[in-house]
C-alpha cells in the first residue's frame, strides 16, 4: 500500500506536490492556533466558532483546488482517447462508404446482366 501512495506521489505534479504541503500546513497550524485561543479563553466564544468556521472552509477549498486540478488531468486523457476513437470511427465511415459503392456498382452489373439474359431468352 505504501508503495502505491509512493508511486503516486512520484508521478504527481508539482502543483499537487505543493498543494499537499500547503494543506497538511494549514491543517496542523490552524488546529495548533484555534486550540491555543481555546486553551486561553477556556469556553467557546463567537470568534472561536468564526475562526473554526474559516479553518474548516480554507480545508474544503485546498480539498475543492485538488480535485479540479486531478478532474482537469483525467479530462485531458478522456480527450485524447476520444480524439483517437474519433480519427478511427472517421476512417472507418470513408471505408464503409467505399464498400458502399463496390456493392453498388456490383447491383447495377448483376441488374444489367439479369436484363440482358432476360431479353435473349
Do not use: C, H
Not at 34 to 57: D, G, H, K, P
Not at 72 to 87: A, F, G
Not at 91 to 118: A, G, H, S, W, Y
Amino acid at each position: 500500500m505504501l508503495k502505491s501512495i509512493y508511486q503516486k506521489f512520484v508521478r504527481s505534479t508539482f502543483f499537487e506536490k505543493l498543494l499537499l504541503f500547503v494543506g497538511a500546513f494549514v491543517g496542523i497550524v490552524g488546529f495548533y492556533l484555534i486550540n491555543t485561543i481555546y486553551m486561553a479563553e477556556n469556553r467557546l466564544t463567537w470568534a472561536l466558532i468564526q475562526s473554526v468556521f474559516l479553518w474548516l472552509l480554507l480545508i474544503l477549498i485546498l480539498v475543492l483546488t485538488d480535485s479540479s486540478e486531478t478532474i482537469k488531468n483525467e479530462l485531458s486523457v478522456v480527450i485524447k482517447d476520444l480524439t483517437e476513437e474519433t480519427r478511427l470511427l472517421k476512417k472507418e465511415v470513408e471505408l464503409l462508404r467505399e464498400i458502399t459503392k463496390e456493392q453498388m456498382e456490383e447491383i447495377k452489373l448483376l441488374r444489367k446482366n439479369q436484363m440482358f439474359n432476360t431479353r435473349f431468352k
